[in-house]
């Protein structure tokens, strides 16, 4: 099992930077992919952002060329660097670690840090 605390969220004007922190409750040296998801109202959560444990990445279109996650396996810590953010970016935005279990996949999530981005 894992425990997930994001920060990191908040006010920020549009066209402004903000990053995100995924704080693990154990070593996550061996979890093959941690990821971002975000959730606007009325709208369902997707997934933003991961990183797999050898480093490669993937991102949703909209997001491309402005957001950069990253992972250091030495503080149990993955990052989310937002750029150029737009207002359309409001959403609360959750962190996600997949792991096995008993040969199963198991994802756990954060509580969710609320990033609003205003006009």
């Known amino acids: 099992q894992v425990q997930l605390v994001e920060s990191g969220g908040g006010l920020v004007q549009a066209g402004g930077s903000q990053r995100l922190s995924c704080a693990a409750s154990?070593?996550?040296?061996?979890?093959?992919?941690m990821g971002w998801y975000r959730q606007a109202p009325g709208k369902q959560r997707e997934l933003v952002a991961s990183?797999?444990?050898?480093?490669?990445?993937n991102y949703t279109d909209s997001v491309k060329g402005r957001f950069t996650v990253s992972r250091d396996n030495a503080k149990n810590t993955v990052y989310l660097q937002m750029n150029s953010l737009k207002p359309e970016d409001t959403a609360i935005y959750y962190c996600?670690?997949?792991?096995?279990?008993?040969?199963?996949?198991?994802?756990?999530w954060g509580q969710g840090t609320q990033v609003t981005v205003s006009s």
């Open positions: 996600s670690a997949d792991l096995t279990i008993s040969g199963s996949w198991v994802r756990y």
């Open positions: 990183v797999i444990s050898g480093g490669n990445t």
């Open positions: 154990r070593s996550i040296f061996s979890i093959r992919r």
